[in-house]
């Protein structure tokens, strides 16, 4: 069981770090998907109501360790602050003067954001000591911790994990959100269970399909991942994706699939073009005979059809990444039918984070429609896997 909230006691003028995970995408200093923000708001809204000093900290991007102005979090400012109803105090570092001066400053139900913690090399070090280094100066301006971002949880990194050893810790709103609803997928899911995977990479998806085969009643495979599966088959694919090494591990998860009665269906056509642009035309060609010279872009028509049957009736399903190149407007249709097909479904429809959650927003999809939108693509996946996540871990009853 992890460690809740209520296990913190009264937290009335408590200084409380929050791990929160507010990593968005940004134009320039424009927030272009304020998901993540929205999705920390009711942790911090019920620590504030109960009138603790809050520290919230986090990470954007991936900084080498040092300050670097398009990382800094403080376009996020403005719009936690309209969430919240309250103004958001900024420190300008992590743990030094400016951090130190404005946590000191807050008052009870007051709130301030620290700068990326990743400007700091001990956030991310492979070193454990130096984490723990970094994870100790951040602890000594907070009388507790609480982990809220899902999105982080599967790192060990001062932040997620030493910290939570150094202060009584506990699960944010979000984190006990995340883990109940992803643990109806993986533990006792009810059936048809059905698995839609796609995005650009099949060796990040692997270990996925390892762990479901002997779980799922249908995998669906589309995105850039499906053309590995495609030449395996013996198809011609064009100047598509294509992971080499991995050729054979996929021929041998589609005999293991046939041999344990697990559906595999992969694509029957795809939309290609010529190049990779927005403005490239599109063509529709069988899945088998993607001409030389074109690659591959979306799943096709049919393919769209198929799925979307396939999801119709499923008791249970959960999907982690993009048919095709959802953000080009012609190459997105692949992946809005997946995403009209669970809005539609009656079952318990999951999308596990990354691009998928984009791709629901963005394409103008109402998200009360789905089940769960998860926050974290990487964690999400690694609880599909079957891994014990390290910032879920150091929070179950029994560790400190």
């Keep these: 069981m992890l ?58 991007g991936r ?20 969430l919240l109803g309250t103004e958001v105090a900024f420190a300008t570092d992590t743990v030094g003067d400016s951090a130190r001066s404005t946590v000191g400053g807050l008052e009870e139900g007051g709130i301030a954001l620290l700068e990326n913690l990743r400007f700091n090399p001990g956030e991310t070090a492979k070193d454990e000591a130096e984490r723990r280094v970094f994870a100790q100066a951040i602890a000594d301006m907070g009388d507790a ?34 883990v109940e609803s992803l643990r109806k997928v993986t533990d006792e899911p009810a059936r048809p269970f059905v698995v839609v995977l796609g995005g650009a990479k099949v060796a990040d998806k692997l270990a996925v399909i390892d762990n479901l085969l002997g779980k799922a009643d249908r995998i669906l495979i589309g995105g850039g991942m499906a053309y590995t599966f495609q030449k395996a088959k013996g198809y011609e694919i064009g100047q ?57 872009m979306d799943i096709g028509p049919k393919t769209a059809e ?18 095709g190149v959802f953000e080009f407007e012609k190459f997105a249709e692949g992946t809005k039918a997946v995403a009209r097909a669970m809005s539609e479904a009656e079952g318990y429809t999951v999308v596990g984070g990354g691009d998928s959650a984009s791709a629901v927003r963005n394409l103008g999809f109402d998200e009360s429609l789905f089940s769960h939108i998860s926050t974290g693509g990487g964690a999400s996946l690694e609880l599909i896997e079957g891994k014990e996540l390290p910032g879920i871990a150091i929070l179950e009853e029994g560790t400190k």
């Design 145 to 178: 911790y609480v982990s809220d971002g899902f999105g982080v949880v599967h790192r060990k990194q001062a932040s997620v994990y030493e910290l939570a050893s150094l202060l009584p810790s506990a699960a944010g709103e979000l984190v006990l959100k995340e």
């Design 306 to 323: 198929l799925f979307a049957s396939k999801i119709k009736d499923a008791a249970t399903v959960f999907w982690n990444g993009p048919m």
């Design 240 to 296: 598509s994706l294509l992971d080499e090494e991995k050729i054979d591990t996929v021929r041998e998860y589609m005999e293991r699939a046939e041999k344990q009665g697990v559906e595999l269906i992969l694509p029957v056509d795809n939309v290609v073009a010529a190049e990779f642009s927005a403005d490239a035309e599109p063509t529709v060609v069988g899945a088998d005979g993607i001409p030389a010279d074109q690659e591959g």
């Design 63 to 82: 900084p080498k360790g040092a300050p670097e102005e398009k990382y800094s979090l403080k376009p996020v400012v403005s719009r936690l602050g309209e």
């Design 3 to 60: 460690k809740t909230i209520d296990s913190l006691g009264d937290l009335r003028g408590k200084r409380v770090i929050v791990r929160a995970d507010l990593n968005v995408p940004l134009d320039g200093t424009t927030i272009t998907d304020d998901g993540r923000i929205r999705a920390a708001v009711p942790t911090l809204k019920r620590l504030l109501d109960a009138g603790a000093k809050v520290v919230v900290i986090s990470h954007l």
